[in-house]
């Protein structure tokens, strides 16, 4: 079993950053990958980013490519999304999710992923 705490999230300006974080606890391996996920109202949860926890592969959505960037601190067992350049669509409850993807399954699936942590709210002033 993993738990996953999520910290991190606020409001801030368009254009600013936040960064938050994902810290996993319990029985996980280096073939392990965190996705973190959104969903704003009224629309489904998206792929924001991922890292495979052993190569530390990283994968973005488009919308967020260049402006977030995810990275792990194996010693901390936390995986972190900086977000910078901010913009009023970012707004939404971010999730991360973490699990061991078998061979063939995309990391950009909710449905990969076994745990979840709970959700932080970002939101982006205008």
């Known amino acids: 079993q993993v738990h996953l705490v999520v910290s991190g999230g606020g409001l801030v300006q368009a254009g600013g950053s936040l960064r938050l974080s994902c810290l996993a606890s319990g029985r996980t391996s280096s073939n392990y990958a965190t996705g973190w996920f959104r969903q704003a109202p009224g629309k489904d949860r998206e792929f924001v980013a991922g890292i495979i926890w052993g190569s530390r592969s990283t994968y973005y959505d488009d919308s967020v490519k260049g402006r977030f960037t995810i990275s792990r601190d194996n010693a901390k067992n936390t995986v972190y999304p900086q977000m910078s350049s901010l913009k009023p669509e970012d707004t939404a409850v971010y999730f991360c999710?973490?699990?061991?993807?078998?061979?063939?399954?995309?990391?950009?699936?909710?449905?990969?992923?076994?745990?979840w942590g709970q959700g932080t709210q970002v939101t982006v002033s205008s």
């Open positions: 999710a973490a699990g061991a993807l078998s061979i063939g399954v995309s990391l950009r699936n909710p449905s990969s992923y076994d745990y």
